[in-house]
T-cell receptor
Framework: GAGVSQSPSNKVTEKGKDVELRCDPI?????LYWYRQRLGQGLEFLIYFQGNSAPDKSGLPSDRFSAERTGESVSTLTIQRTQQEDSAVYLC?????????????FGSGTQLSVL | EDKVVQSPLSLVVHEGDTVTLNCSYEVTNFRSLLWYKQEKKAPTFLFML????IEKKSGRLSSILDKKELSSILNITATQTGDSAIYLC?????????????????????FGQGTILTVHP
């Protein structure tokens, strides 16, 4: 597609429920990244994919968080048993490949609110 | 742990003013320093700086890196209401190892908390 697409744009859920966030990167971009942005803060790295593999999961905050990527395209970030502290904007970005300069192309994010 | 600090945290100016946004970092080694503009939610790329002392310019925006002072500034001249946004600074790590999995990702950026710029008419 023309840009990075994320869905849903907004998600309100109850504490304890599972949520799935989706990211469609720019066509042909083999590297894909998930970041989290809490209110009033900078972006926090979560996980990175090169192709369908995730060489760096170091930013995932807990084992409630997982992500996968299929077909070297779509990625899904899953948060199980959501907690209020998971409320944030979840941003996905892609780049041509992992060696490309750090010019990432970001999607518009998913605003997650956990009540 | 790498750290990026931006100042001021927020800034309110009037159209036509010139602003300077600061970014300082405590990073042992990095490949580049980047500036992004965030309107609503999606950050968009502004500049990538790799060499100290070389200014990058794009219209009314310019940026420079000072590796001696471990800092960078972003200047916006003749500000317009459309410049209102959050400006994010980030550093990009170097690649340490290379292998089939790709080693350290260039895209694992460490961001500052951002500067909220508001430009009034």
């Amino acid at each position: 597609g023309a840009g990075v697409s994320q869905s849903p744009s907004n998600k309100v859920t109850e504490k304890g429920k599972d949520v799935e966030l989706r990211c469609d990167p720019i066509s042909g971009h083999t590297a894909l990244y998930w970041y989290r942005q809490r209110l009033g803060q900078g972006l926090e790295f979560l996980i990175y994919f090169q192709g369908n593999s995730a060489p760096d999961k170091s930013g995932l905050p807990s084992d409630r968080f997982s992500a996968e990527r299929t077909g070297e395209s779509v990625s899904t970030l899953t948060i199980q048993r959501t907690q209020q502290e998971d409320s944030a904007v979840y941003l996905c970005a892609s780049s041509l490949n992992w060696q490309a300069p750090g010019k990432l192309f970001f999607g518009s994010g998913t605003q997650l609110s956990v009540l | 742990e790498d750290k990026v600090v931006q100042s001021p945290l927020s800034l309110v100016v009037h159209e036509g003013d010139t602003v300077t946004l600061n970014c300082s970092y405590e990073v042992t080694n990095f490949r580049s320093l980047l500036w992004y503009k965030q309107e609503k939610k999606a950050p968009t790329f502004l500049f990538m700086l790799t060499s100290s002392g070389i200014e990058k310019k794009s219209g009314r925006l310019s940026s420079i890196l000072d590796k001696k002072e471990l800092s960078s500034i972003l200047n916006i001249t003749a500000t317009q209401t459309g410049d209102s946004a959050i400006y994010l600074c980030a550093v990009e790590p170097p690649a340490f190892t290379w292998g089939w999995a790709g080693g350290t990702s260039y895209g694992k950026l460490t961001f500052g908390q951002g500067t909220i710029l508001t430009v009034h008419p």
